[in-house]
């Protein structure tokens, strides 16, 4: 539900963990702080400086309740006083990497990085920034959150969340040329199915008029107001939520006909996401 005066309310909070995933959230709190909280240079070398933390966030299905164990994944996001560097990105792949072996109640970790200057900058105001106020839960440091404005639900924020469909859709397609297999082409599913279901809700987000992160109201939205669309869309959610049991000719649909009808309709009704450096 939106807040009273119509902005969008925050969703997610640590209250609402469910009991199984309630050990992971602890140890990625713990964890992180150990990685990014312990003065060390970028490079990993040389004296201890600073801390490089300035504050962390767990979002996703964990923080909202209905993560199932096993299935859910962990989500992160790592946000650093200074730009991310290449050593903190290897730190930040090793952390992923050792949480998942940890915890089989998680199926995959994904740690985003970013630099606190980029989440607060008026660039990022209606897409990291949104992220970080509404779909994040604090786990670490100051909350960004308190920084930022409050959101509505406008065409201005459709199109910075999700108004560059068509940078996507290039990258998937030559990953899919690339005949991926495996774990590798589950992932790909994952993030097609996950990244075409918001677009298509973030399209119809301002006469929605709230927010919702769960895949099957957001298709069910979209589909109200393009019903020719709805069996794709409830089809990118069956794929974003078993990604590995997606054939061939399935992403081949999502991303050769969904995908680009989508991104042309978005263009038409919200516009183009301002470009990123």
């Not at 005066?5 to 997610?12: D, I, S, V």
């Not at 199109?159 to 998937?172: I, K, P, S, V």
């Not at 006469?207 to 020719?228: I, K, N, V």
Request: aromatic share 6%; charged share 25%; with cysteine.
């Amino acid at each position: 539900m939106p807040n009273e005066n119509g902005t969008l309310a925050r969703e997610g909070s640590l209250d609402r963990v469910p009991e199984v995933f309630v050990p992971v959230v602890d140890a990625a709190r713990e964890r992180i702080a150990e990685v990014f909280g312990t003065g060390r240079t970028p490079e990993g070398g040389g004296a201890a400086g600073p801390s490089r933390l300035h504050s962390a966030y767990v979002y996703g299905s964990i923080p909202r309740g209905p993560a199932t164990a096993g299935v859910s994944d962990l989500d992160l996001l790592i946000v650093l006083r200074e730009e991310p560097a290449e050593a903190d990105r290897a730190a930040a792949a090793a952390l992923e990497a050792e949480l998942d072996a940890r915890f089989p109640q998680i199926d995959g970790v994904g740690a985003l990085l970013a630099g606190a200057g980029t989440v607060l900058s008026e660039l990022e105001r209606y897409d990291l920034g949104f992220f970080v106020a509404c779909l994040c839960t604090p786990l670490l440091g100051e909350d960004l959150a308190a920084r930022l404005p409050a959101y509505r639900p406008t065409s201005l924020l459709a199109r910075e969340t999700n108004g560059d469909l068509e940078l996507f859709l290039a990258r998937w397609r030559q990953r899919l040329a690339e005949a991926p297999a495996g774990r590798e082409r589950a992932r790909l599913a994952r993030a097609v199915g996950r990244h075409l279901v918001r677009t298509g809700f973030t399209l119809v987000l301002p006469l929605r008029g709230d927010w919702t992160s769960d895949l099957d109201e957001m298709a069910e939205a979209f589909a109200a107001h393009y019903p020719r669309w709805a069996a794709p869309m409830r089809t990118a959610v069956a794929v974003g939520r078993r990604p590995a049991d997606a054939d061939a000719a399935v992403l081949d649909m999502l991303v050769h006909d969904l995908g680009p009808w989508l991104a042309a309709e978005y263009r038409a009704v919200h516009g183009v996401k301002a470009p990123r450096p």
